[in-house]
């Protein structure tokens, strides 16, 4: 292993003779070459910055338009109808040549036109009724706009071409924002409760709700968006209990295949893809995320903080307490923030309880994946002890959080302890080497469960939960991600994972024994292992915070399976959407499993709006729990009900007019003005006890009809109710969809194997429902056996 001075670029002795200096060509070398790297980057943004700051327009047009102008004054034409000579005569300095004035007039002209154009795009991407039109029945109107939109989006975008032109999103009328939580707790209270939320509701409307609304308008006038930076501190950055499980998510591997058994390999491939992906990140070559099937583009302000990203602990006092407990506290808070870094040339990786540096750059290019297999073997086959304290120190970002804030001031603010914390905080993100062997075998579920709960807490010491991401290496060569959710939303990290899959087999592969191809370069510095000096004290809060952190993954239950009996193509088929399909078989199963129903999270995304991120989604509703309710009695058409309100409240949270966000920044601005709302209050404090997310899966990046081995089941988080469920699902393709749940072992109500088997009831009552002749049984496993192999 190098050691850590190999890092300096020069080392000393003094001697009665004086100083002898020895300088170190390789590590003057290496920072040379870094330097570099550092300015073709700087050079690469400063050209897709102009790049980007001229679309839709192209610096190609600039010289289009100023020949044309040229081309017009040539034959003795004045296009610019007496413009050009008027500029010489409010220019400070003389431009005596005609010509030259008539190239400023025409650069002019042409930001002007740049200027209409992105305005224009963004009058048009403000416009949502196609949304709302039933599929297969496009209005003359919004044929029209996609004509338009076509013309003005331009052509060869970068991932931030679209930035610009993205509108602004609105501050809904609070009249209906309150009539539409309203109707979304009327199934859940009865006579007597609803009229008193209904006197709650007319008061804040009529009295405090005006003056909250008064400055949330004023926010959303200067601010680029008025729920994204406040969603950020107050739910995220700001909460106190442990990230993991509770915001942290996770991401699985391939279902049927592991390219590889060799751990090292496997993690020689996908770090190397993870650093390609990064790279056309940096390049900003990857295309904006656009709304499947159509032109519309997405916010892609998320992916900026992907890489050299994590989240520093802050302790709440003052004015930030009061948020929370309305206590004041005269102590100096510490900062709590996601920090993120331009560059960083390594990564950070974890092994039976050591913490390793691993440089990804050499003479100034990427290691190979044959390369990196060979640097993590060394650390595999390592045989050095851990520091003392060392080996579960990563048990401060996976416990309470204001413990881990103090401890990280105290111990680790100077000296090699913060050297060593700084290498892992700004790493490019983190590895973990794990020892034991996962996945899932189709005969058997709960290896897939094992597999689910590792990733999603591990040993609650051996992932730095607060990187943007971790990427887990089991035994067997299986591997999956555990995401920190501050920064960013999980379908931006997941299109990531899925370029990494999709390139790991299909484009890197591996030789017939299972190694990364390619060659090794013999003079590849090893890996350098990170020392740390960990007091008692600090030992103490190691401990503290594992204790903890073991207990809340102890209580977490998990669930994970897929269900191979149909897919979205057959719920397509029934003229259903499969998101709605799902949500009301969530609301069956859950009614069945608990016999209620119960307030209902569904996250939503709002990138069609500048840095937007989430609205949730209240699926249950009238229509759902009237359905629900009438299953067997003649309901077919009240399950088209339930949807289309479904798809309703979808597309109205995509748009702008949902409820939660709105009421969350007006609770904000209440505690700022430090006046009480009894009817926030109460709205804030009502139980999740069903939350949904769906997994996006990029179709473009997978061939499911050629290869159905090689898909992802997906990923999951935890659950947000202590008794309550968490449910993440994914339409794995047209014939398979996979569930996560999760739940608590504390609550005697809840039970994740229970709820799986009442998920897979009401799949199959609700297409029987719908279409009969297709609601015979068809296991898609039984006619591919060669899937039934292990995991």
Same mark, same amino acid.
Not at 724 to 733: D, R
């Given at each position: 292993?190098?050691?850590?001075?190999?890092?300096?670029?020069?080392?000393?002795?003094?001697?009665?003779?004086?100083?002898?200096?020895?300088?170190?060509?390789?590590?003057?070398?290496?920072?040379?070459?870094?330097?570099?790297?550092?300015?073709?980057?700087?050079?690469?943004?400063?050209?897709?910055?102009?790049?980007?700051?001229?679309?839709?327009?192209?610096?190609?047009?600039?010289?289009?338009?100023?020949?044309?102008?040229?081309?017009?004054?040539?034959?003795?034409?004045?296009?610019?109808?007496?413009?050009?000579?008027?500029?010489?005569?409010?220019?400070?300095?003389?431009?005596?040549?005609?010509?030259?004035?008539?190239?400023?007039?025409?650069?002019?002209?042409?930001?002007?036109?740049?200027?209409?154009?992105?305005?224009?795009?963004?009058?048009?991407?403000?416009?949502?009724?196609?949304?709302?039109?039933?599929?297969?029945?496009?209005?003359?109107?919004?044929?029209?706009?996609?004509?338009?939109?076509?013309?003005?989006?331009?052509?060869?975008?970068?991932?931030?071409?679209?930035?610009?032109?993205?509108?602004?999103?609105?501050?809904?009328?609070?009249?209906?924002?309150?009539?539409?939580?309203?109707?979304?707790?009327?199934?859940?209270?009865?006579?007597?409760?609803?009229?008193?939320?209904?006197?709650?509701?007319?008061?804040?409307?009529?009295?405090?709700?005006?003056?909250?609304?008064?400055?949330?308008?004023?926010?959303?006038?200067?601010?680029?968006?008025?729920?994204?930076?406040?969603?950020?501190?107050?739910?995220?950055?700001?909460?106190?209990?442990?990230?993991?499980?509770?915001?942290?998510?996770?991401?699985?591997?391939?279902?049927?295949?592991?390219?590889?058994?060799?751990?090292?390999?496997?993690?020689?491939?996908?770090?190397?893809?993870?650093?390609?992906?990064?790279?056309?990140?940096?390049?900003?070559?990857?295309?904006?995320?656009?709304?499947?099937?159509?032109?519309?583009?997405?916010?892609?302000?998320?992916?900026?903080?992907?890489?050299?990203?994590?989240?520093?602990?802050?302790?709440?006092?003052?004015?930030?307490?009061?948020?929370?407990?309305?206590?004041?506290?005269?102590?100096?808070?510490?900062?709590?923030?996601?920090?993120?870094?331009?560059?960083?040339?390594?990564?950070?990786?974890?092994?039976?309880?050591?913490?390793?540096?691993?440089?990804?750059?050499?003479?100034?290019?990427?290691?190979?994946?044959?390369?990196?297999?060979?640097?993590?073997?060394?650390?595999?086959?390592?045989?050095?002890?851990?520091?003392?304290?060392?080996?579960?120190?990563?048990?401060?970002?996976?416990?309470?959080?204001?413990?881990?804030?103090?401890?990280?001031?105290?111990?680790?603010?100077?000296?090699?302890?913060?050297?060593?914390?700084?290498?892992?905080?700004?790493?490019?993100?983190?590895?973990?080497?794990?020892?034991?062997?996962?996945?899932?075998?189709?005969?058997?579920?709960?290896?897939?469960?094992?597999?689910?709960?590792?990733?999603?807490?591990?040993?609650?010491?051996?992932?730095?939960?607060?990187?943007?991401?971790?990427?887990?290496?089991?035994?067997?060569?299986?591997?999956?991600?555990?995401?920190?959710?501050?920064?960013?939303?999980?379908?931006?990290? =997941?299109? @990531?994972?899925?370029?990494? %899959?999709?390139?790991? +087999?299909?484009? !890197?592969?591996?030789? $017939?024994?299972?190694?990364?191809?390619?060659?090794?370069?013999?003079?590849?510095?090893?890996?350098?292992?990170?020392?740390?000096?960990?007091?008692?004290?600090?030992?103490?809060?190691?401990?503290?915070?594992?204790?903890?952190?073991?207990?809340?993954?102890?209580?977490?239950?998990?669930?994970?399976?897929?269900?191979?009996?149909?897919?979205?193509?057959?719920?397509?088929?029934?003229?259903?959407?499969?998101?709605?399909?799902?949500?009301?078989?969530?609301?069956?199963?859950?009614?069945?499993?608990?016999?209620?129903?119960?307030?209902?999270?569904?996250?939503?995304?709002?990138?069609?709006?500048?840095?937007?991120?989430?609205?949730?989604?209240?699926?249950?509703?009238?229509? =759902?729990? @009237?359905?629900?309710?009438? %299953?067997?009695?003649? +309901?077919?058409? !009240?399950?088209?009900? $339930?949807?289309?309100?479904?798809?309703?409240?979808?597309?109205?949270?995509?748009?702008?007019?949902?409820?939660?966000?709105?009421?969350?920044?007006?609770?904000?601005?209440?505690?700022?003005?430090?006046?009480?709302?009894?009817?926030?209050?109460?709205?804030?404090?009502?139980?999740?006890?069903?939350?949904?997310?769906?997994?996006?899966?990029?179709?473009?990046?997978?061939?499911?009809?050629?290869?159905?081995?090689?898909?992802?089941?997906?990923?999951?988080?935890?659950?947000?109710?202590?008794?309550?469920?968490?449910?993440?699902?994914?339409?794995?393709?047209?014939?398979?969809?996979?569930?996560?749940?999760?739940?608590?072992?504390?609550?005697?109500?809840?039970?994740?194997?229970?709820?799986?088997?009442?998920?897979?009831?009401?799949?199959?009552?609700?297409?029987?429902?719908?279409?009969?002749?297709?609601?015979?049984?068809?296991?898609?496993?039984?006619?591919?056996?060669?899937?039934?192999?292990?995991?």
């Amino acid at each position: 292993m190098a050691e850590a001075h190999q890092a300096v670029a020069f080392q000393f002795t003094v001697s009665p003779d004086g100083i002898d200096l020895h300088l170190s060509h390789q590590a003057l070398t290496e920072i040379y070459l870094s330097g570099v790297r550092s300015w073709k980057k700087r050079v690469i943004g400063l050209k897709n910055s102009v790049v980007t700051g001229v679309y839709p327009a192209s610096l190609s047009s600039w010289l289009f338009v100023v020949i044309a102008i040229l081309a017009t004054m040539y034959t003795r034409s004045d296009p610019s109808m007496g413009l050009i000579a008027k500029i010489q005569e409010h220019l400070p300095c003389a431009v005596p040549d005609a010509w030259c004035r008539a190239v400023l007039f025409s650069t002019m002209l042409w930001l002007l036109l740049i200027f209409t154009m992105r305005m224009c795009l963004k009058q048009l991407l403000s416009y949502h009724r196609w949304m709302f039109e039933k599929h297969g029945k496009m209005s003359n109107t919004t044929k029209v706009w996609v004509a338009l939109v076509r013309i003005f989006s331009g052509r060869k975008p970068l991932l931030y071409s679209y930035q610009g032109s993205l509108p602004n999103l609105p501050v809904p009328l609070i009249k209906d924002t309150v009539n539409r939580h309203l109707e979304s707790v009327r199934p859940l209270m009865d006579d007597t409760e609803y009229e008193r939320m209904t006197s709650l509701s007319e008061d804040f409307e009529s009295g405090l709700g005006k003056r909250l609304q008064w400055y949330l308008k004023l926010k959303a006038l200067w601010a680029t968006n008025y729920v994204s930076d406040w969603w950020e501190e107050y739910v995220y950055l700001r909460g106190r209990s442990p990230i993991m499980v509770n915001s942290n998510y996770y991401g699985m591997d391939f279902m049927y295949v592991t390219p590889t058994p060799i751990q090292a390999a496997r993690a020689g491939n996908s770090i190397h893809a993870y650093f390609l992906y990064r790279r056309k990140l940096n390049k900003e070559e990857l295309k904006p995320t656009r709304i499947p099937g159509t032109v519309i583009p997405l916010c892609s302000a998320q992916c900026e903080r992907m890489f050299n990203t994590t989240r520093i602990p802050g302790e709440e006092t003052g004015k930030e307490t009061d948020m929370h407990t309305q206590r004041a506290d005269t102590r100096p808070a510490m900062p709590y923030t996601v920090q993120h870094w331009q560059d960083s040339d390594y990564i950070a990786v974890y092994h039976r309880g050591r913490y390793f540096r691993l440089r990804m750059y050499h003479a100034g290019r990427l290691l190979s994946p044959r390369e990196i297999e060979s640097q993590i073997q060394k650390i595999l086959d390592d045989p050095s002890p851990p520091s003392k304290g060392e080996a579960k120190l990563g048990a401060l970002t996976a416990g309470d959080r204001i413990p881990w804030a103090k401890a990280r001031a105290k111990y680790f603010s100077s000296g090699v302890n913060k050297r060593s914390l700084d290498f892992i905080e700004k790493a490019a993100f983190f590895v973990t080497l794990d020892d034991d062997e996962q996945g899932g075998v189709a005969d058997d579920p709960t290896r897939i469960d094992s597999y689910a709960k590792s990733l999603l807490h591990g040993k609650c010491y051996d992932r730095w939960f607060d990187k943007s991401f971790s990427v887990v290496y089991f035994k067997n060569g299986k591997m999956g991600l555990n995401g920190e959710h501050s920064w960013a939303d999980a379908p931006v990290l =997941s299109h @990531a994972w899925q370029y990494v %899959l999709t390139t790991d +087999c299909f484009q !890197l592969g591996y030789n $017939a024994e299972g190694h990364c191809k390619g060659e090794v370069d013999s003079s590849l510095p090893g890996p350098q292992k990170l020392n740390w000096e960990i007091p008692p004290e600090c030992e103490e809060q190691i401990s503290g915070s594992l204790a903890v952190a073991q207990a809340l993954a102890d209580d977490v239950d998990v669930h994970v399976f897929s269900f191979e009996e149909f897919g979205k193509g057959k719920i397509k088929k029934c003229r259903v959407s499969p998101d709605a399909f799902i949500q009301l078989t969530l609301q069956l199963a859950h009614y069945r499993n608990q016999g209620r129903f119960c307030l209902t999270y569904e996250a939503s995304m709002t990138r069609l709006f500048k840095e937007g991120r989430t609205e949730t989604v209240r699926s249950c509703t009238n229509e =759902s729990c @009237a359905f629900v309710r009438a %299953l067997e009695d003649v +309901c077919r058409r !009240l399950f088209h009900e $339930a949807s289309e309100k479904h798809q309703q409240l979808y597309r109205m949270a995509m748009t702008g007019a949902g409820i939660d966000r709105h009421l969350f920044c007006l609770y904000v601005v209440s505690k700022y003005l430090q006046v009480e709302s009894p009817f926030l209050k109460e709205v804030l404090s009502e139980p999740w006890r069903l939350s949904t997310s769906q997994t996006p899966l990029q179709v473009e990046m997978f061939d499911l009809v050629n290869h159905p081995e090689y898909v992802s089941c997906g990923g999951g988080f935890g659950p947000v109710a202590d008794d309550g469920y968490g449910v993440s699902y994914c339409a794995l393709g047209e014939k398979m969809l996979s569930f996560h749940i999760t739940c608590k072992h504390s609550c005697p109500n809840t039970d994740a194997n229970t709820f799986g088997g009442e998920i897979r009831k009401a799949l199959r009552d609700l297409l029987q429902l719908l279409s009969p002749e297709q609601a015979e049984p068809r296991k898609a496993a039984a006619q591919r056996p060669e899937l039934k192999k292990d995991l």
